[in-house]
């Protein structure tokens, strides 16, 4: 495998740092080969704004014009095209961040923001009576996995299917699906670490197993069944999901997934 | 109405800086009093780290026990500070942003977790058997109302209950109900504009006009009817949602919607 992990965390030491260290090693031992976006000691500039364009943004700035014509036009700046050189490197893309207010860290989220530029992630491919762009399933990204590895300060039931702050597969579904999925990535079950503010040293020895083998079994893991946009599953161009194919019961976010 | 808007957008000519102008204009006419943090441009740093702690940060760094700590001693920065006391002041919070891959832009996600610190929105009241900390209805933020301005660039039918992208109050629920809904702010209806890619100058009349009306009845609108954690809803610890409150075949994000 290719591995492009991109890591989210303020502290080197913290439990993110050393599950970001532990998989660098342990795909590296495997015999993978593996490159790491730190995005905080890359000082990532969260923000997408009028220099992300240089001489060539628009007045009025267009994010999505001015993005998809830098794209086109191979001027992005040198941060945001290596990190799409990373992305079309990679086969295997895992995120480990801290799950902060129900989502990702701003630094994350600004690393979406301008990396996935117009023309790269989405605004790609035709649109026709059978197909609405390239996206959900097919599109830039196509032929590679994703990996969300999460820690999440409070205790695993209050994510449970009644729990008070949603189901996490729920939360989680913007990302998988939204980020993820769009651009044509196969997204695998997270690795999701619950109560870690509670974490001590003594606990880190079973996170460490439990994070190592989900590291040595990415290629034999089954990616989640979100159904693809362009072959028959919802009318075009509403992109409603055509009646009677879920199973009784089923709506929400819980549509998208087949079977 | 005492109104604090966060507005996050970095073209002022752009219809989310149109829509904040109209949100100043029209609730000052009305006699309201407006604050705006314009984050853009007040250059708001986007990312947690220790230099939010200055001296006084852990080391290793502990952004839990580092913010609770400083807001503790009143030594946050004075950015952050001013946040603070900007949403003590107020009784009404707009959020005026487009919707970027499914959720906030960075920065405004970075202005959640910065000003969001431990002690002011998370992190405050006592634990017992029957109360789990003043959170989701109760908190710090208590007797405030917010509301999310929000435009997206495809079409409401993919935000629809069958939708591709899954159903906007779905997408939105982490930010209603995890962000504002926690630290005890009751959160009203979005006003979604759709298909702003599409959108001309011809068009901006009739949102306008829908803008206003929205604006202007801020006070007579009903918050979305999201359950209290701590008043009988759920099991305590487990914030599990007690059997059979919902009505049948409701299930996710929704079993927190009372009615």
Redesign the interface.
Known sequence: MKTLIVHAH?????LNGSLKDLAVSTLETAGHEVRVSDL?AMNWK?????TDYGAQASN?????RDSGRAFDAGTLTPDVLAEQEKLLWADTIIFQFPL????????L??W??RV?THRFAYGVGEHSDVKYGER?GEGTLTGRRALLSVTV?G?E??Y????????ID??L??IH???LYFPGMAVLPPFVLYST?RMTGDDYPDVAKAWEQRLLTLESTEPIAFRR?NFGD?EI?????KEGLEPA?R??????VSG
């Not at 969260?46 to 009028?50: E, M, Y």
């Open positions: 303020p502290e080197p030491k913290s905080y969260t923000v997408v704004d009028a009025p700035l267009s994010v999505v902060w207010w129900y989502t990702m860290p701003a630094i989220k600004g979406v923001d996935f959900f300060g205790p039931s209050h449970a299917a009644r729990g008070i702050n949603g189901p729920d939360l579904f913007p699906h939204g980020i503010d946009q919802y161009p509403s992109l409603h999901l019961g709506s929400g976010f819980g549509l998208h």
